[in-house]
Structures are given as structure tokens and as C-alpha cells.
């Protein structure tokens, strides 16, 4: 049975996920700073759930000892745990928010990769590492600077793992685009990015756990982006 470790788990895309993996068969770790009811329903069948406070380096110590103690390798480690605001929402706490952006894109995803790098390693059969990023990597919203920033380090850091874990993991990013809007999303800010985008529409969470199974499945990719985004990153002329 393959294990799969997704953070940010309990909610949207990592819940998604979560249910995807369980409903192949896999054992799913599901990483999350606190459960949600819909978790919860997924039942204990083939799913551990690890509490963690992100921002904690004891909490996240005590996080890994709890998926070290309980499995003895790891085929998948997702990295989707995300913060996604605008920099003015923040104007009076600018660098607390950049700390915490910098806490969850960031040392979340190196911390995680070091402390289980031997779980993932394997010459035969290549453990796989996923960093969840953003179209905005390369094309940052001036509204979202911060988070483009963090999350363009993500990237960074794609291809400095790709290079130290090789040829035992392979380390890939995925960068989506639109999804699934956000209840906050209003109508005239859907209606632009829906018109800025080649394959207009909602396309739901699929093609993400689409663009993971591509990434398991090619045994000769690592160190690269697959943007998954409907082609909002070229957008319309």
C-alpha cells in the first residue's frame, strides 16, 4: 500500500486530495494546523491525522516523530498547506504576515522535506515530493506581491531538492491557476479571471490530482513545473 502525506488536508484542494488518495487505496498522513468536520467524516480506515501548529518548530518536531513512529516509508509527500491574502488586508502587521507567509510556503515544505528524506528515499522506485505553487510565480498580482513571493521561493526550492535528493526522490512543483473560486470571490472577479483565462470556467480539483498522477507516474521528471491552470498564464491577447 502506497502512503501518501498531503499537508493542509483538512479543507478545498488538500481535503480533496485526501479523499482522492483514500479512495485509490492508499494510507493518506493527512498534515493539517486543525481538523475540520469534513476530515473527521473520512472515518480512521487507511487515514492518520497529525495536528500541527505551522509556526511551531516543537510542534511540527512532535508532528514528524508521530509519522516517523507509525510508517516506515513514504511513496508521496504534497506540500498544498497555503495562505492566500492580500498585502493590504495586512498594512498594519506587514511583517508578521510575511513571517507567516515565509512560516507556510516556505520552512514548512524544507522542514518536512529534510526530516523525512529517508522515508521518501528509494534508487529503485523514487520517492515523489510535489510543491503546490502558483501561476503567479512568474506573473506576480501586484495585490498579492507577498504571497507571490513565498510562494516563487517555493519554486526555488523545487529545483534545489530536485538536485541534493537525486536519484532517490524526485521533487516536482504543479502551478495551478483558476480552480474553484472562494465564497468571498465576487461576481465582476470571477467574470475577469474567467476572461483572462484560455479554458474558461471552474475547472474543480481533478486536474490537480491529474497533474500528481502524471508526476508519480513519469519516472524521468524531476526538478520541473507543470502548470496546471487552463492557460490564465498567457491569458488572452
Excluded: W
Amino acid at each position: 500500500m502506497n502512503t501518501v502525506l498531503i499537508t493542509g488536508a483538512s479543507r478545498r484542494l488538500g481535503l480533496y486530495l485526501t479523499q482522492a488518495f483514500l479512495a485509490q487505496g492508499c494510507k493518506v498522513i493527512a498534515l493539517t494546523r486543525k481538523a475540520s468536520a469534513e476530515l473527521d467524516a473520512l472515518g480512521t480506515q487507511n487515514l492518520q491525522v497529525v495536528l500541527a501548529d505551522y509556526s511551531c518548530e516543537t510542534s511540527l518536531a512532535a508532528a514528524v516523530n508521530s509519522i516517523r513512529s507509525q510508517n516506515d516509508a513514504l511513496s508521496l509527500l504534497v506540500h498544498n498547506a497555503s495562505l492566500f491574502e492580500k498585502d493590504a488586508t495586512h498594512k498594519d502587521d506587514l511583517c508578521g504576515f510575511y513571517d507567516e507567509l515565509y512560516r507556510v510556503h516556505m520552512r514548512l515544505p524544507a522542514y518536512l522535506n529534510e526530516a523525512l528524506q529517508s522515508l521518501l528515499y528509494n534508487k529503485a522506485q523514487p520517492g515523489c515530493i510535489i510543491h503546490i505553487t502558483d501561476i503567479y510565480a512568474d506573473n506576480p498580482n501586484r495585490e498579492f506581491g507577498l504571497y507571490c513571493s513565498t510562494k516563487a521561493a517555493l519554486e526555488n526550492l523545487t529545483k534545489s531538492f530536485a538536485k541534493k535528493y537525486a536519484p532517490g526522490i524526485r521533487v516536482n512543483s504543479i502551478a495551478p491557476g483558476p480552480l474553484m473560486f472562494l465564497p468571498s470571490h465576487k461576481d465582476d472577479e470571477k467574470k475577469a479571471v474567467l476572461d483572462e483565462t484560455l479554458l474558461a470556467g471552474e475547472s474543480g480539483f481533478e486536474p490537480i490530482f491529474q497533474g500528481i498522477g502524471f508526476i508519480v507516474d513519469n519516472q524521468f521528471v524531476t526538478g520541473s513545473s507543470v502548470k496546471i491552470d487552463g492557460g490564465r498564464s498567457i491569458g488572452k491577447i
